[in-house]
């Protein structure tokens, strides 16, 4: 008798998006920075910066909640006979597709998920990042009818499903033999921030706790930003879109009752009020999103899985958000990056020569 998964119902994903709707705003309270309980993107730039990817002083952290989150995954995966190692085709362009991602988030200042928790903390300048992210995930939909593909997935080893779950492995290793020291920027090999967002975080045991969890249930879930927008998009289906509305509405009231709402444009923490570059930025990151198969928080998820292509594209984000930050292509509260322009519109003609060459025109 085949056991019924009840996080893939309907209610199970409203309960999924409703769970981190709470436990994000509650990681704001324990130490995370502002309207930034989780953001896939954020954390993952902390850590490239921890490990020595980028030099930005002030985001630099090795961050639990993304080892949570993949490791989360491979429990679920293993538990449940999911972990199906496998690999794709076209692993440089989805590397790729993972660094230019990564920029259009840092040119808005966050992932989906965090566009949704700014929306829930009160920032509304993120109506215009939700409104890009909408749009970049159309365009992505334009080329998935007509047949784009980065090509057949194939069963593989298992040590390559393993890969992205050991390196988040050692990452929370080096965290334990080499934990922050109060008033020191470095300890071993890892940085840390002394002031800014990267010197906010909840502690280290919640932390992991809450990215264990949110990571188990998005596992058997399949919980994605991206897909709920491209489900909607295609085939009008609201199943997964139901779970990011119960994550928006959840976090709004839970941050209401945090007394952490604080509605506005102005003086938004890690925001800025540039609102077509909000928009371009998230355009950017929808469309990465949808060629590359899933937001950043499902690549995670399926990287815990066995999933290398999605792996691929994790370590992409990672390398780009070293880009962004020694090359001056990240936003930052009083605006854009020296040269964020160019590189987001490198991005938008790498997307589109991508989705040009890897669409195939249906008989």
């Not at 362009?93 to 965090?114: D, E, K, S, Y």
């Not at 990267?198 to 998005?218: E, K, R, T, V, W």
């Not at 958000?321 to 322009?341: E, Q, R, W």
Request: with cysteine.
């Amino acid at each position: 008798m085949i056991k019924k998964n009840v996080f893939a119902t309907r209610w199970g994903i409203i309960a999924v998006g409703a769970l981190i709707g709470v436990l994000a705003p509650l990681l704001q309270k324990m130490g995370n920075p502002g309207n930034m309980g989780i953001c896939v993107a954020c954390f993952e730039r902390d850590i490239a910066g921890a490990i020595g990817f980028h030099q930005a002083k002030v985001v630099q952290y090795v961050r639990p909640e993304i080892i949570g989150f993949v490791l989360g995954s491979l429990v679920a995966a293993y538990l449940f006979k999911e972990f199906r190692p496998r690999l794709g085709s076209s692993p440089i362009v989805r590397f790729f597709l993972g660094v230019f991602a990564m920029i259009g988030a840092l040119v808005f200042l966050g992932c989906p998920w965090r566009a949704l928790l700014r929306l829930a903390g009160g920032d509304f300048n993120a109506i215009l990042g939700i409104a890009g992210l909408i749009f970049g995930i159309w365009i992505g939909t334009l080329f998935l009818k007509k047949g784009y593909n980065l090509g057949r997935t194939h069963s593989a080893n298992p040590v390559s499903g393993w890969m992205l779950p050991l390196m988040m492995g050692g990452l929370l290793v080096l965290v334990l033999i080499f934990p922050q020291i109060q008033g020191e920027a470095k300890n071993g090999v890892l940085n840390y921030s002394l002031k800014g967002p990267g010197s906010m975080h909840a502690p280290l045991i919640i932390s992991i706790l809450a990215g264990l969890a949110i990571g188990f249930l998005a596992q058997r879930s399949r919980f994605c930003t991206m897909g709920a927008f491209r489900d909607l998009i295609l085939f009008r289906q609201i199943h997964l879109f139901s779970g990011l509305l119960a994550l928006l509405v959840v976090a709004a009231v839970t941050n209401v009752i945090l007394n952490q709402f604080k509605p506005g444009f102005e003086g938004q923490p890690v925001a800025h009020t540039l609102h077509i570059w909000n928009f371009i930025g998230m355009a950017l990151s929808g469309l990465c999103f949808v060629l590359a198969g899933g937001c950043p928080g499902r690549q995670l998820f399926l990287s815990g899985e066995g999933d290398g292509d999605a792996a691929i594209f994790v370590l992409g984000m990672l390398v780009g958000a070293g880009f962004a930050h020694n090359f001056s292509l990240a936003s930052s509260p009083k605006g854009l990056g020296t040269y964020a322009i160019p590189a987001v519109i490198t991005g938008f003609v790498f997307c589109f020569l991508v989705a040009f060459m890897m669409t195939k025109k249906k008989a």
